[in-house]
């Protein structure tokens, strides 16, 4: 079926029903206009994420990771699109629902609990082989797709191997009271890799025994039972399963089972069948999308360019060397943008000189060869064109006047927009 494209998001997907609500975001169903394909698109305020550098760390961090994971068992992010005040994540949409409510109506038996759990293991496995720690497995957040199987999603607490800090270790307290290792409570650091495997032991004890291994309404009475690693199987569960668990609820991280010994035991081999990840769409090439010439920006981009959630250090290092880097829309495409530029230069009779850097991009110069002006121009639309413009740090104020005073008025004879703050 395909949809009517009238007040459709961005005349790409029609908005449906609400899914539900977090703290800072709501993901309401949604279809794709040209497709009908069904997604699930989470709604950020941006002014919530200003106002809160916790959770603008968190959604960066989120958009990061799943643009570098493509696996059948985790949320696919489609797209990233952007209002002036709005942020769009549009994502594949599981139609299951959450494997806690499943759960939730009785335990499982031990085949269908090891499916779940070999799929859990070998998505969080392929996670860790990317630099990866999701560090908040918990039932709540795994899916079920319409085939009844699994798929992870929030990552918005997730660590990526540049966070780990010189001791080799990771040191951010987070995750769930009930699925926290115990050598987070001890505050020393911790393997990423090692307590994801501690909650996947715990999400595995709540599949087959139908309730938490570590419980108690004291909050404080809980985390001592996980330090010590106080819990008991129930008679029900096999011995196989029993010994699979005692190693994955070792409360010494040293000595816990590692991923790849999970994949070798017994109880877990049963039936189990590798899946392969799938290739990294083109999220996974946004910096390289960026030196092509001429450049398309999509909304990915756009908001890379706000000062309110820069979102460029995800793919390409800042420009440290510069003192200034200014950003506007302007209604031109980009040879037009560029020939204002040059009419500017030239303007200068001879005191500054023009260095071709790419198709839409120039370096502007002094008489004896000083940098000036850098200028460089990524078509948006085809009626639009953004236009970055960047000053070095310690140059005379003679490189920003030239923009200020001479190319950019030149620019805004055409209705233009700030880009900063889109």
Known sequence: MVLSSESALFDKYELGRLLGCGAFAKVYH??????????AIKVIHKSRLNNDANLMANIKREISIMSKLRHPHTVKLYEVLATRNVIYIVLEYVKGGELFAKVAKGRFGEAVSRKYFQQLVAVVSHCHSRGIYHRDLKPENLLLDENENLKVSDFGLSALTDQVQADGLLH???????YVAPEILAKKGYDG?????????????????GYLPFNDPNLMNMYRKIYKGEFRCPKWMSPGLKRLLSRLLDTNPKTRITMEEIKRDPWFRKGYKSVKSEEIDDFSFVATELEKKPVDLNAFDI?????????????????KSFEDVERLTVEEPPEKVMEKVVEAAKAEDGRVSLRQKKEWGVEIEGQNGNFLVGVEVYRLTDKFAVVEVKTKDGESRVNRDLWKDKIRPLLLQQPSVPVVGY
Not at 30 to 39: D, F, I, S, Y
Not at 172 to 178: D, E, F, H, M, S
């Open 303 to 319: 908001i890379s360019f706000s000062s309110g959630l820069d979102l460029s250090g995800m793919f390409q290092e800042k420009h």
């Open 193 to 209: 890799a090692k307590i994801d495997v501690w909650s996947c032991g715990v999400i595995l004890f709540v599949l087959t025994a």
């Open 30 to 39: 949604a279809k794709a206009v040209a497709t009908g394909q069904e997604v």
């Open 172 to 178: 951010t307290l987070c995750g769930t009271p009930a």
